[in-house]
């Protein structure tokens, strides 16, 4: 059974930091890329950041530079270091196992948690 949970979220400054947790399912972390997704009110999910197992890594444009996604295969945890945080980076944020070759989630959504950035 695949379970997800995001935690690490909350309110922040423009120019501040925030570290997401995500804990999964052993049966999946350890076969598949883990990527972070956000939403924004009226907007489609999009993925933020991938990693595959040997840690090969793949990020949006709108925050390379600014983002680092990380994995512990022995905790099954996949995490994401945000600095140098904007408004525009506030959305609920997922994480889910990817197929790398497609970038595609596999499912299902965990509950996400919040990233508000406002001064």
């Known amino acids: 059974q695949v379970q997800l949970v995001e935690s690490g979220g909350g309110l922040v400054q423009p120019g501040g930091s925030l570290r997401l947790s995500c804990a999964a399912s052993?049966?999946?972390?350890?076969?598949?890329?883990m990527g972070w997704y956000r939403q924004a009110p009226g907007k489609q999910r999009e993925l933020v950041a991938v990693?595959?197992?040997?840690?090969?890594?793949n990020y949006a444009e709108s925050v390379k530079g600014r983002f680092t996604i990380s994995r512990d295969n022995a905790k099954s945890t996949v995490y994401l270091q945000m600095n140098s945080l904007k408004p525009e980076d506030s959305a609920v944020y997922y994480c889910?196992?990817?197929?790398?070759?497609?970038?595609?989630?596999?499912?299902?959504w965990g509950q996400g948690t919040q990233v508000t950035v406002s001064s």
């Open positions: 990693i595959r197992s040997g840690g090969s890594t």
């Open positions: 889910n196992a990817v197929v790398w070759v497609t970038m595609e989630p596999i499912g299902p």
């Open positions: 052993r049966s999946i972390f350890s076969i598949y890329a």
